[in-house]
């Protein structure tokens, strides 16, 4: 069984920086593609970033350029860097585990971040 532990969110201010982990559990993490959705309030949950297995990344138009997702196969740890920080990408960040450009097999938690002043 695997399980996602998201860390990282909070409060920042337009233009900031953060960088969300999403800890993987149980086997399997290395051949696993992985991906960062976000889902804010009031809207359906959307794919940000993906990273699979072998490496390859995409990115939605509207972080492209300011976010950065990146694997530690050895810590079965998948990153989400987020830089330039925008009121609209507050929102409820989930990191999951799958196969193919949406994975979507197992589901973390979920960790809030705001960007406001």
């Known amino acids: 069984q695997v399980q996602l532990v998201e860390s990282g969110g909070g409060l920042v201010q337009p233009g900031g920086s953060l960088r969300l982990s999403c800890a993987a559990s149980?086997?399997?993490?290395?051949?696993?593609?992985m991906g960062w959705y976000r889902q804010a309030p009031g809207k359906q949950r959307d794919l940000v970033a993906v990273?699979?297995?072998?490496?390859?990344?995409r990115y939605t138009d509207s972080v492209r350029g300011r976010f950065s997702i990146s694997r530690n196969n050895a810590k079965n740890t998948v990153y989400l860097q987020m830089n330039s920080l925008k009121p609209e990408d507050t929102a409820v960040y989930y990191c999951?585990?799958?196969?193919?450009?949406?994975?979507?097999?197992?589901w973390g938690q979920g960790t809030q971040v705001t960007v406001s002043s």
């Open positions: 990273i699979t297995s072998g490496g390859r990344i």
């Open positions: 149980g086997t399997g993490f290395s051949i696993a593609d």
């Open positions: 999951a585990q799958g196969s193919g450009w949406y994975p979507d097999q197992y």
